[in-house]
């Protein structure tokens, strides 16, 4: 259908819509026209994807002058699923509107391991070798020594010291040999697209992607790409401010951002810089004897590039490196004069890597803030916060004037010279953390030094004031009022959206005592009880005979579910469940995770039905779906709170505290409450698949932790599925089993979607933002009542 929304042609490409995608649409279309930010909370399986791209779309074909859509997801499968959507919607406006109107450019990037198709470089293996290997065939002096090589009449397979091997990469050179005639023609283009492209026309698609970024109406790609300062420098820095960027499952983006500005340093990485430095100096010395002059103009070249990205000012109204003579003042400014010259550059770092060695001999805990450490820096290496500010950039530059091709080389001193511009750059938001011991094993020395940030704003600030419509949206952003203290900006729309359904397909409840009647908690001082240990069993025994199919059961940590899993094989509650179900067990491990996952699927396929034990904050709990028969019903044993004696966190608690007067324990439970509700969505996908959703824990009970699950689950939490014992549970249980396995027809789902008259109606009558929150909550015949 295509449709007017206050003004605006949509277009939508199915014959109905739900009317939280209709209620979606209406707060990004005020967002949009308010040129403002905003956080939007929809309900999982009611089809956000296409909803966002729907709008955003249509958006650009109505204001021209609106920039690309900017659509970022966390995984490869996530973004090709969104690809794949936006196809959809191509086909579907040139069927409505025309070929000329629909004509787009829409394309996903990732990393060169999963866009390249030399066949000589891919089959390298991990990310690192792929990246390395690629480097070596494509780097601009690699490529110059070829030609050298090829005009005196050498080999073609000549080895070269720098290069590796004479080769080059066919499609690398048949991309640049294109020139302005290597692009891509309009059209939806996925990885598996552009990697059949780029072997059609010999070109590589990795490059070619990067290429067309600047061209495109809709890109894909990482959270990294825009939110870590070192990758968003290459590839993000040319977007223009019009553009529309929108975080997809962005529940857990304040902790990205996090990591994105966090570093660790352990004494072998200190071991391994210090080899690299003392490569950097042989390097540089053969270069002296060889072209000097390369040495002398790459400082000039280091300003030039920090004057491009605005690190410097300008003056007089002209770029100040367009002067033949930089001035003093802003040389100093750029690059202080101790690391201008190369030799003293390292020199530095080989000061800065000794002083770090020097503060991992301690065998205290040590805390401080950026400003004391390098106060301590200043007076013990003579090295301050100005010199450590331009480090990393430094390093970048040197290494690509001494032409190092095999980067993982200096992966070690990289990483120093990252934790040494971020700690000359930030002063506030960040904590620097000495722990001589891992806490798991205290007899033995384990020294890490942690630069932890602690404002999540900092990494995604520049991305609210460069872009002018920002969006955050997830199934589960609740408590949703906190993500903007959290990341820092005023959103001109903060929604949490309802989920209409024709019947009643989830059913979460809370358990929280057994049989016996003793409470069941995963609280420290509750968590090895014997009782709690043997209820939760029971739950899963329960289970296992009442729900066909898959089920799923979360843990709060891997040690936990171990001690559980143990204790459940000695007291042989573990071989009742195997007489039910096959079990299949998350690890640390991600092949053995992957195979484990592989054969559950295998048992529910064939009907056996399986459990797959999994844990909360895991790689199944953030990035698999358990829709339809893989996924009937899901527990989540206890709250999965974070590891509360942690220093870091317990940092970053006291920050929030006295930076957004945000209290540790509003901060905790919301933490924990959220990764809980990310784990019971997963069985729920789309709205006519079904699922329960077991909270074993009697805290669930209160309303300050049920106040913070989504309000999709929230509504159906009525008084007789909270505080239940195992066996009432399981009662429960089997009276909504017994109804879901009633016949199911797709015009019944359809109750609950309105079609292009009904959508037109509420068009002509006008009122879309008053109406829409009533019919968000409201099933079917209500819809049409109201309509009529």
């Not at 010199?387 to 990483?415: G, H, I, P």
Request: charged share 25%; aromatic share 8%; net charge neutral.
């Amino acid at each position: 259908m295509d449709f007017n929304l206050e003004g605006l042609r949509v277009f939508f490409p199915y014959p109905q819509i739900y009317p939280e995608q209709l209620a979606m649409m209406t707060e990004f279309k005020r967002s949009l026209d308010a040129r403002g930010h905003g956080a939007i909370e929809m309900p999982t399986g009611t089809g956000k994807t296409i909803t966002v791209l729907s709008l955003c779309v249509s958006y650009q074909i109505a204001h021209p002058e609106c920039g690309k859509l900017i659509y970022c997801t966390r995984t490869v499968p996530e973004m090709e699923k969104v690809l794949a959507e936006c196809r959809t919607l191509e086909r579907f406006i040139a069927a409505r509107a025309g070929e000329d109107v629909a004509a787009m450019l829409a394309l996903g990037l990732s990393s060169r391991k999963n866009m390249c198709v030399n066949p000589r470089v891919v089959d390298e293996g991990s990310r690192e070798s792929v990246d390395g290997k690629c480097r070596r065939l494509t780097a601009s002096w690699v490529r110059e020594k070829r030609l050298e090589r090829e005009a005196r009449g050498a080999s073609e397979n000549e080895n070269v010291e720098d290069g590796g091997e004479g080769n080059c990469c066919e499609f690398f050179e048949d991309f640049e040999s294109a020139g302005e005639k290597a692009v891509l023609p309009p059209g939806v283009y996925t990885l598996h697209d552009l990697r059949a492209f780029g072997r059609t026309k010999k070109w590589c698609p990795y490059f070619l992607a990067r290429n067309m970024i600047s061209f495109a109406n809709v890109v894909v790609y990482n959270y990294q790409y825009m939110l870590d300062p070192k990758v968003a420098s290459l590839v993000s820095s040319s977007l223009e401010k019009e553009c529309i960027v929108v975080f997809d499952e962005a529940h857990n983006i304040d902790n990205v951002c996090i990591e994105a500005l966090s570093v660790n340093l352990r004494q072998q990485t200190l071991e391994n810089a210090g080899r690299s430095i003392t490569s950097l100096n042989t390097r540089i010395d053969r270069a002296k004897q060889t072209d000097e002059r390369r040495l002398r103009q790459e400082y000039e070249r280091l300003v030039n590039g920090l004057a491009q990205q605005g690190v410097l000012a300008r003056g007089g109204g002209e770029d100040v490196l367009m002067n033949p003579i930089i001035p003093d003042d802003i040389l100093r400014e750029a690059v202080p004069g101790n690391i201008r010259r190369a030799e003293h550059f390292v020199a530095v770092l080989k000061r800065f890597v000794e002083y770090l060695n020097m503060r991992l001999r301690s065998t205290q805990v040590e805390q401080e803030t950026p400003t004391a450490f390098l106060q301590h820096c200043a007076a013990n290496a003579g090295i301050d916060g100005k010199t450590l500010k331009f480090c990393y950039d430094r390093l970048t530059s040197l290494l690509k004037t001494l032409e190092v091709v095999d980067m993982d080389e200096f992966n070690a001193l990289s990483l120093v010279a990252n934790f040494a511009a971020l700690v000359g750059t930030y002063s506030n938001g960040f904590a620097l953390i000495l722990e001589p011991y891992d806490e798991r094993y205290p007899n033995i020395p384990d020294p890490v030094l942690q630069l932890a940030c602690l404002d999540a704003s900092l990494a995604i600030k520049p991305v609210f004031e460069r872009f002018q419509s920002v969006f955050i949206t997830s199934g589960t952003l609740s408590p949703i009022d906190l993500y903007p203290k959290l990341l820092g900006f005023n959103p001109v729309s903060v929604r949490s959206l309802a989920m209409t359904l024709t019947r009643d397909c989830l059913c979460p409840m809370v358990i929280t005592r057994g049989a016996d009647q003793q409470a069941v908690s995963t609280k420290f001082d509750m968590r090895d009880d014997p009782n709690v240990i043997q209820n939760y069993g029971r739950i899963l025994i329960g289970l296992a005979q009442t729900v066909p199919d898959g089920i799923v059961a979360f843990f709060v940590s891997y040690s936990y579910m171990e001690n559980i899993v143990s204790k459940w094989h000695e007291t042989g509650i573990l071989r009742e469940i195997m007489q039910h179900k096959l079990v299949f067990i998350e690890t640390t491990d991600v092949v053995e995770t992957s195979l484990a996952l592989d054969n559950y699927r295998r048992a529910c396929n064939c009907g056996r039905g399986a459990i797959f034990l999994s844990v909360a904050r895991g790689k199944v709990a953030e990035g698999i779906d358990f829709d339809r028969h893989y996924g009937r019903a899901v527990v989540m044993y206890g709250v999965p709170y974070q590891y509360t004696l942690s220093r870091i966190l317990r940092a970053r608690l006291e920050y929030l505290r006295e930076t957004f007067q945000i209290k540790e324990s509003d901060f905790l439970a919301f933490d924990a409450v959220r990764q809980a509700a990310q784990c019971v969505g997963r069985v729920i996908r789309s709205k006519k698949d079904y699922g329960l959703m077991v909270f074993a824990d009697k805290r669930y009970n209160s309303q300050d932790k049920r106040g913070k699950l989504p309000g999709w689950i929230t509504t159906h939490l009525r008084e007789e599925v909270l505080n239940l014992s195992t066996d009432m549970a399981m009662q429960v249980a089997r009276t909504f089993m017994r109804s879901m396995s009633q016949p199911f027809s797709h015009d019944e789902n359809t109750q609950s979607l309105l079609d292009q008259a009904m959508v037109d109606r509420l068009a002509v009558e006008g009122g879309w933002r008053e109406a829409l929150p009533a019919l968000s909550r409201k099933l079917a015949p209500e819809i049409t009542m109201h309509l009529s």
